[in-house]
């Protein structure tokens, strides 16, 4: 069987901590004219299509993207951090224009009163993310569109997110919602702090290749909750169950929270899954609310891991 191939940036740790440059280090590709504030460069564009180059720095900015086709991307991957800072209380990128592409770029220490300081806020148009890191935060990335919207995230990386004792709700490393598509693949997961590490609300999805390792969790309750159903594709992750889960009685569960979108045919195939030495209990792997017919094939289980079970 095909391990899960992660492909990580480098940790936090070896990022040289620059103060905030102070010479356009926002420069729109296309046009060679920078900006001092990341704001300023988004709306220099408009309704436009246009790539903004970061330079590596630590920025306590944020920017609401409301109209064109933006890339953000870090002229050094790891290099470019935006910490702490919230624009409409939501989160350092909030964007609602019509696509959004984020590269190479870390978020972290995002919080916010509602506790949904998020690295990315998404309300509209499709959007990939890719090589970028979420840290220390409420919620990596959250959000969605009620329309076709299309997520996609490749090789990144969410630590240290999460949490269910700050609101009322709960907060995810990821949490989206949307009647088109989440694709995740090449990512990794760890050292939640609370809540799912990925939550969705959508019709269509894939997840693939990633690793979920909740060794290093706490107050963690699913690796995947599809909680309004759901089909597609999930293959080749690797799952490590740590001890100190609030929920620990499923891997991934179906449509805990209704039946909005049929699961008929939910593959789950070719994954490898673990406990915690001395875990002590029996978690199911797949836990299906809905009662679709899923397709849950071939899965390398820890001993104590029940393949399947129907609630």
């Known amino acids: 069987m095909r391990r899960a191939f992660i492909a ?38 408009r309704m436009g299509t246009a790539t903004i180059v970061i330079a590596p720095g630590v920025y306590h900015q944020c920017t609401v993207q409301a109209g064109g086709n933006i890339t953000f991307k870090a002229a050094e991957p790891g290099k470019v951090i935006f910490d702490g800072e919230t624009c409409e209380g939501k989160a350092a990128f909030v964007l609602r224009g019509l696509s ?35 840290l220390d935060s409420q919620e990596g990335i959250l959000g969605g569109q009620p329309a076709s919207q299309q997520i996609v995230i490749d090789r990144s990386t969410f630590s240290g997110l999460g949490q269910c004792d700050e609101t009322v709700d709960c907060s995810h490393s990821i949490y989206l919602a949307n009647k088109g598509s989440v694709t995740i693949t090449r990512s990794r997961f760890e050292r939640g702090t609370g809540g799912h590490y990925v939550k969705l609300r959508v019709p269509n999805l894939t997840i693939t ?103």
């Open 209 to 311: 290749d990633n690793s979920f390792d909740d060794s290093q969790g706490r107050k963690t309750n699913y690796m995947i909750d599809l909680s309004e159903g759901g089909t597609g594709l999930i293959a080749r992750n690797t799952f490590a169950d740590g001890p100190n889960k609030e929920n620990w009685t499923g891997f991934i569960v179906v449509a805990a929270e209704g039946r909005t979108y049929s699961s008929a045919g939910l593959k789950v195939v070719d994954n490898v899954a673990t406990l915690a030495p001395n875990f002590g209990k029996s978690p199911a792997f797949v836990a299906n609310v809905g009662r679709d017919r899923l397709d849950v094939g071939e899965n390398q289980l820890a001993q104590g891991i029940r393949k399947y079970e129907e609630r």
């Open 8 to 45: 990580l940036l480098p940790l936090l740790a070896t990022a040289p901590l620059h103060a905030e440059p102070t010479v356009a280090p926002f420069t729109v590709q296309e046009t060679g004219q920078g900006f001092a504030n990341l704001d300023d460069a988004v709306q220099s564009i």
């Open 100 to 134: 959004s592409v984020v590269d190479g770029i870390v978020f972290r220490n995002m919080r916010v009163s509602d506790g949904n300081g998020a690295g990315i806020r998404t309300e509209m148009g499709n959007l990939t993310v890719r090589n970028s890191m979420f």
